[in-house]
């Protein structure tokens, strides 16, 4: 596999002239003063050209473009601004021109770190940013990390966690999404643990594997029937000359987005199939939604090694967290440790990555914490990515999370006053 990254990204680079030309003549064939781009062969052609041109692209990291937000019927202006950040991790805060306001909650949201940028939680930034201070856990492509800044392990992953929680300080409320489920549990178990009084004041837990033995999907059982020296052989590559993390190893992100489209191919190839249509029909509105969803999905990043093929063993292979023998840096991750900090897990009915149940079992898992401090939700007809974005999502899920937040705000609150 040291010679398949290389050869991709020389592949790359061989069809930029087709691409420059593609641009090229969908620009002629689109210009208005071009009496062929009224007729429907010109439209087709076009059409074709910028198809060939976005399915041979590679995508960069998008941006989050959120410039306001709407706060009690008033529009505030929102600033991006980088509070935390590691070799591997930066923390984006939403800064909202919310003067005179009331004050609202903190909300950390984990993004998951299985291939996708943070971008992705877009929508779920959005949705939050007029109830909450939103900030964004912004994992970096790991292929633009030098060599000089050490490897990046599922340890290190929690490290950096518990840093973020300590950093962003007390009555902080933290989401993860899907995949960081698992070690936003290790590191709530350990703080908890090491009497750490800035666990969080609640925790949110969408999609995660902590019980990979319950519902097992398609990538629960790709992970049981494969070996770890098949996953090291075939899905690891070295970063090729060029880039900032030229020889680390990594996962590369073009063999994840790969997995992700063989999983609904044909989903993929009717959606591509009706996007032509629309461009050849002109139908402006619908194809600019089509191409926002596709310019998100389609740009992926690196992950380390290390930390993937920790991810494949000790979560989907060896099931640690629900075997009782998770560890971080040799200390045992115990889930009954969690006393403090009250639970939410949530699961899409029609959710093919992470299956009904795997979420919950968290619930099972924490004797010590309160029922009371334990909510379970089910989103009925909701898939993966639906648990965090789309319309099920802002009208069910979101307030079902605020309700969530807002209850044990109100609950500490009466501890206080008694």
Known sequence: MN?????????????????????????????PLNPFAYTSYGRMIAAGCEMFERLTRQYGKPSFNLPETTIAGRTVAVRETIIWEKPFCRVVAFERDAVGLAAQPKLLLVAPMSGHHATLLRNTVETFLPHANVFVTDWVDARMVPMQAGPFDLNDYIDYLIGIIQALGPDLNIVAVCQPSVPVAA??????????????????LMGGPIDVSRSPTA?????????????????????????????RNVYPGYLQLSGFMSMNFDRHVEAHVEMFRQMVQRRGERVEKQKEFYDEYLAVMDLTAEFYLQTIDRIFIRNQLAQGTFTHRG????????????????????????????????????????????TYLLQPEVGHYGLFSGARFRRDIAPAIFAFITRQAQNRQAKKVH
């Open 3 to 31: 010679m398949a990254y290389t050869l991709f990204d020389t592949a790359q680079w061989m069809l930029s002239p087709a691409r420059m030309a593609s641009q090229t003549a969908m620009t002629l064939l689109e210009n």
């Open 187 to 204: 590191a709530i178990a350990r703080m908890e643990a090491e009497g750490n009084r800035l666990t969080p004041a609640a925790a949110v």
């Open 219 to 247: 990538v629960n059982r790709t992970a049981q029937t494969h070996s770890l020296a098949w996953f090291r052989q075939n899905c690891i590559a070295q970063v090729p000359a060029g880039y900032p993390g030229f020889w």
């Open 331 to 374: 200390d045992p991750v115990d889930l009954a440790a969690i006393r403090r900090t009250p639970l939410m897990a949530i699961e899409g009915e029609r959710d093919d990555i992470t299956g009904i149940g795997q979420t919950k079992a968290i619930l099972e898992m924490t004797p010590y914490l309160a029922d009371g401090d334990k």
